[in-house]
């Protein structure tokens, strides 16, 4: 077996790497590229429409039929206007944000598995960019990273709202991202394995091995909630918060720099949205029991697609549905809610996956501990109350 | 945990299969109203003088700051208006303009007065300001319509200070008199019906507006006797009404013949 085989568990790269597997290898990454940018621009046409049919209106309709085209003369447009930098501007840092948000955008669809396997002229490769062993954390380091994208785009603005926006930027994300890192220990703990494709291979029995069944629906709501806030959706937009902050983190960008942002928002709904079906609803596996190099080629890629699908209409839906929080609501549901019944959840399911059944006496020892601490916390604000009534 | 915020989800799912309120603007156009403010006309008396007199009350009016007026006295072989000055320079900058109508109001000729039209862009600011001779209403007394402007069915018909003084919401005690002046092209105009229905349509030479317009109006603006069955009621009592009276006018003709015989 070749060395290259540790690093990387795809198949294509078992019998060395020629000229052959760089092609295929290049290939996959261009259709990948090509396929985002698209699904990004229809994305936000579909987002458009989505809600405008919510609010009872017509949304874009002129641009080709339907209004399929708005996003690229939108794109058009924002490119041919003029690209400003403000005075007080860090230059290098503002025009190095936007890429910066848009990279990782890009980098994490590398490691969703989009389908099963494919041959083509002897050569055996997986439909899915990179499969490194250690996928799920490059999602999360990716994810991570483009926090940087917009606290560098606020601070280096020069102006006190992208400042403002990007303040809140980095204390929202970094405290969804302790939420979501448990909630994918948790899906990690039952997979044994980081390797995307292998969580998606460990729930492909049926159904009911997806681990949304499989962990018992908690830690998909929890993950669900945290990776809303973690791409500033509404309704956890703080960061862009139009009514409060202009723009947000973005008001002092114009041109084809400000287009990369919200190219990079949208990038970041379609793979996040993947990541979701990969980690919960079993990735490119349909809902019957089937095993994914068993099924057909085309199969696997539309029911993921579809998942995907459901997720981004269940964000515009959120978009349509709910106001957006208010900042010391946000914190309180981060570290007050999710992160303990992550935590919590978390050590349930490692210790049923440990003890079995017994380990559910974990979960009603949480319950004690967690009414004593109440209690106590209650206690507590009682007497300084009644002290501060003095 | 107050769960009621997954109202908000099922309110904004039934909306998708609901009608939509969203009018596609340029293909589909509302009906406007009767009178709906638009583009200002200068209008002229029967003899084609012109009614401005140059006093520049509209632009001492006007929130806008958007009119200029510069009076000047009448030449005394050919006089331009019926007062002692006449307005020798009239400019409305429409990108100031805010149709308040307050310079209608102000004007103690009923010179300017403002007809439907909002359906005109420039592509220079100089364009924008109309002239003294854009404004003014052609030989035929009505607005001219320029090239650039996108005039529809009947906008043109009744601009001028007619329409001002026959508002239905004026003083009942003035209700069917005549309060303006003659205009070119069609002199003196009769006064509209009015709140009580009094109205003389030989005269007007249409129906009351606020009837003809009926059909346009959106439903909320149909006055409530006028709609559905009542509506109907209504309409043909009003006929009855209209014959009844051309009955007895024709029989006390008659009657009065009789007795001259």
């Not at chain 1, 973005?250 to 942002?261: P, V």
């Not at chain 1, 010391?328 to 049923?352: C, E, F, R």
């Not at chain 2, 915020?5 to 998708?16: A, I, N, P």
């Not at chain 2, 030449?75 to 100031?96: A, C, F, K, T, W």
């Amino acid at each position: 077996m070749n060395p290259l085989a540790s690093f990387a568990t795809d198949p294509l790269f078992f019998h060395g790497v020629h000229w052959v597997e760089l092609l295929i290898v290049v290939i996959k990454v261009l259709v990948a590229f090509v396929v985002l940018l698209v699904s990004v621009m229809l994305m936000i046409w579909f987002e458009r429409k989505v809600i405008s049919d919510m609010q009872s209106r017509i949304g874009p309709n002129r641009a080709g039929p339907y209004g399929l085209f708005q996003t690229l003369a939108d794109g058009i447009k924002l490119f041919f206007k003029e690209d400003l930098v403000p005075d007080q501007a860090d230059r290098f840092v503002f025009k190095l944000a936007p890429y910066l948000a848009l990279l990782p955008a890009l980098l994490i669809f590398t490691v969703v598995p989009v389908g099963g396997d494919l041959s083509i002229a002897g050569h055996h490769f997986e439909l899915q960019v990179a499969d490194p062993p250690f996928g799920i954390l490059f999602v999360l380091a990716m994810s991570s990273i483009s926090v940087y994208g917009v606290m560098l785009a606020g601070w280096s603005s020069g102006s006190k709202y992208p400042l403002l926006g990007s303040v809140r930027a980095s204390a929202q994300m970094i405290s969804y991202e302790a939420a979501l890192g448990l909630n994918v220990v948790a899906v990690v703990l039952t997979a044994r394995a980081l390797s995307t494709r292998a969580i998606v291979a460990s729930q492909a029995h049926a159904f009911w091995d997806w681990n949304l069944i499989r962990l018992g629906f908690v830690p998909f709501f929890l993950f669900l909630i945290s990776i809303t806030a973690e791409l500033n959706r509404p309704p956890f937009d703080l960061v862009e918060a139009d009514s409060e902050l202009v723009g947000g983190f973005n008001t002092e960008y114009s041109s084809i720099r400000f287009a990369l942002f919200y190219l990079a928002e949208f990038m970041n709904t379609i793979t996040m949205s993947a990541v979701v079906v990969t980690l919960f609803f079993g990735g490119p596996d349909g809902p019957i029991p089937r095993f994914i190099p068993t099924s057909d080629i085309w199969m696997p890629i539309v029911w993921f697609a579809l998942k995907t699908l459901v997720f981004l209409f269940i964000y515009v839906w959120f978009r349509a549905a709910l106001p957006r929080l208010r900042y010391d609501q946000l914190m309180d549901l981060g570290w007050k809610v999710l992160i303990p019944m992550s935590l919590g959840w978390l050590l349930v399911v490692a210790a049923v996956i440990v003890w079995g059944w017994w380990g559910l006496l974990v979960a009603l020892a949480e319950v004690v501990l967690g009414a004593g601490l109440a209690r106590a916390f209650g206690v507590g604000a009682a007497r300084t109350e009644t002290e501060e009534a003095f | 945990m107050d769960l009621r915020f997954l109202g908000g989800f099922k309110l904004t799912f039934e909306h998708l299969g609901r009608r939509r309120v969203t009018r596609e603007y340029p293909d589909e156009k509302m009906p406007k109203q009767p009178r709906q403010h638009g583009r200002h006309v200068l209008n002229r008396y029967e003899d084609g003088m012109e009614k401005c007199i140059g006093c520049e009350l509209c632009a001492g009016v006007c929130p806008a700051d958007c009119i200029y007026v510069r009076g000047l006295d009448n030449p005394p072989d050919h006089p331009v208006s019926p007062g002692e000055r006449y307005g020798y320079v009239y400019e409305i900058n429409y990108l100031r303009c805010i149709h308040c109508d307050l310079c209608v109001e102000a004007c103690p000729t009923e010179a300017i007065t403002e007809t439907k039209l909002f359906e005109f862009s420039f592509t220079n600011r100089f364009d924008a300001i109309y002239t003294r001779d854009e404004l003014l209403v052609g030989d035929d007394g009505r607005p001219k319509k320029l090239p650039w402007e996108d005039w529809r069915e009947g906008d043109d018909l009744h601009t001028s200070g007619w329409m001002r003084a026959t508002s239905p919401s004026g003083a009942a005690a003035f209700e069917g008199v005549v309060q303006w002046s003659g205009e070119l092209g069609y002199g003196v105009r009769a006064p509209e019906g009015g709140q009580s229905g009094r109205r003389d349509d030989a005269a007007t030479g249409m129906l009351p507006l606020r009837e003809v317009m009926e059909a346009h109006l959106l439903p909320d603006d149909i006055p409530f006797e006028h709609r559905g069955m009542r509506g109907k009621v209504f309409r043909a009592r009003a006929s009855m009404d209209k014959k009844r009276r051309k009955l007895v006018a024709a029989r006390t003709r008659r009657a009065g013949l009789k007795a001259a015989r």
